[in-house]
Structures are given as C-alpha cells and as structure tokens.
C-alpha cells in the first residue's frame, strides 16, 4: 500500500474567488460545514496563470478538493462516507468542493520523524512519514488530525482510478509506503 499527500498539480490555472478574501471559505478542517453557500470560482488572472489549460482540478486551497463534474462523477462511488461535498461554481461548469471530513488517527508516531514547536510541544511538521496499515482499511481519501488544515491524504486506488480515467489537475506526492 501507498499512501500520497494530495496536492493540485500547479501545471494547469489556478482558479480565485472575486473577492480578496471570500476563498478563506475553502480552508476545510476535516469537520462538517453546516453554513455553505455556492461560491463562484473565476480562473485566475496572474500573469503566471494565464494561458495555461484548465485541468479537472481546481487549485483554490491546500486543505480543499474542487474538481469538475467529470472528476466527481469517477470518484462519487469512493469518497461518500469520506467527503462533505459542496457545490460551487464557475462561469462554464458545474463544479463541487469536496471537505474531506474523514480524518483517521493512524500516524505512527513512534516511527514517524516529527518536528515539534518547543513552546507547547504540538508538531510542527512532519519530516518523515509511518502509518499503523491496520488503521487504512478501506481508506481511499483521508485527513490525519496532526494535519486537518492541510492536504488530504490518498491511496494508491485513488492515485490509480484518477490515471486511468485521465484526470488532470493532481499531483501525487508520495509520504509513505509499506514494505
């Protein structure tokens, strides 16, 4: 088993809210949003953005999943005990956010290389992943609470079923791999 951290692959156009800060909305911490209302995504104009093709994946937040309705229909089957999802929109298509809401304790903290702040003793990052796989079964998309603010974590049947339907918009950064 592999699991991946679940990045927007920043070859394809980021995509903004209209307002500064209105994309804060989009800042998931593995729990339930009761107050949602649609948000309108409009791609990004910089000038580093422009030009480059949309993929299924929308780059809005590190913590939030925005794909095209193409994506969501491939991966809906796999991800509803494990995802709020959320709709959203754009000028030209239908789009939904996923807030990955299931968030598995199953770090291995023993094995696992951790930096922690020396003032309150929380981590601070995480240098080298370990996983207890027992605590994976059935997993597919996923948050550990040391890291609900950030990405969501994969498998390898996640990584899989996007290549073999060709999403494009992920970036699979592989964290950790049983032997």
Known sequence: MKLYQLWPDHA???FET???????IFSFRGAPISDWTDVTLYPSMHRTEIGKETGDVLP????????????????KPYIQDAVQVLSAKSKKQKLFALNVTAVRDCLDCENSKLKHFSSSGRIMRIEKYAFHREMLSNAFIFKIPEEVHT???VTDGFKNLME???????????VWQDE
């Not at 209209?18 to 804060?24: A, F, H, P, S, W």
């Not at 809005?60 to 991966?75: G, K, L, M, Y």
């Not at 073999?164 to 592989?174: C, E, H, P």
Request: proline share 2%; hydrophobic share 40%.
């Open 151 to 153: 990405h969501p974590y």
């Open 18 to 24: 209209k307002e500064k800060d209105e994309y804060k």
């Open 60 to 75: 809005v937040d590190i913590s939030a999943v925005v794909v095209n309705e193409r994506c969501f229909n491939i991966i």
């Open 12 to 14: 394809y156009r980021a």
């Open 164 to 174: 073999q339907n060709g999403i494009k918009g992920f970036k699979f950064v592989l």
